[in-house]
């Protein structure tokens, strides 16, 4: 199990939560959200331990200004958030990078709309359905996921909070391969609780420890 620490734009804040050693930290290229990183100097991201995945968030962008982005601000993976096609996420994947396709899902959701990505992608991620495109903090039902039948891995996300992740591992529903927490981890949008969060890892590792123990 792997943990993703979302939504970092301050380089005070990036370089506490680089010390927890996440598995991936996110940074949001789009601009109505809150937690834009944008206006970060990319000289911050060379100074974050190479072992930890810097993955960008994308919403609904052409395909040479995500690639530009990426390579701006050096990026291992790329989260698409919005309506993209699979043959975008081809092309992002062939220029070496890890692709996550996110879907936003709600009780009605339809599962077998994600099979045209699974060649196309590394991992799913599944999101509370609401009117932005991510972030929201809405509580996602993982009851849901009881419909998940396919083998792609994913990340499970939406208003996950420290209460939850016991839930998320307790193994009621099929395992993610990563959670992916974000704005019930924050003091203010983009700045995170390091104690927080540190406790989220904390819980998470010794989850890893007990599974590979048994």
Known sequence: MKIKVCGMKDPQNIAEIADLNPDYMG??????????????????MKSINPNIKKAGVFVNMETEQILHTAKKFHLDALQLHGNEKPELCRKLKDHGFEIIKAFQV????????????????????????????????????????????????????????????P????????????????????LSPGMKD?????????????YNAQYYES
Do not use: C, M
């Open 194 to 206: 390091v104690a927080l969060v540190a406790r989220a890892i904390e819980n998470v590792k010794q």
């Open 27 to 44: 940074f949001i290229f789009f601009e109505k959200s809150p937690r834009y990183a944008e206006t970060l100097n990319p000289e911050v």
């Open 167 to 186: 839930v998320i591992l307790s193994g009621d529903f099929p395992l993610p391969a990563t959670i992916d927490i974000n704005s019930r981890f924050e």
């Open 106 to 165: 709600d009780d009605k959701f339809d599962f077998d709309t994600t099979r045209s990505y699974a060649g196309v992608s590394d991992y799913f991620l599944f999101d509370t359905k609401s009117t932005g495109w991510g972030g929201s903090g809405v509580k996602f039902d993982h009851e849901i996921l009881n419909r998940y039948d396919f083998y792609k891995p994913y990340f499970i996300s939406g208003g996950i909070e420290l209460k939850d992740i």
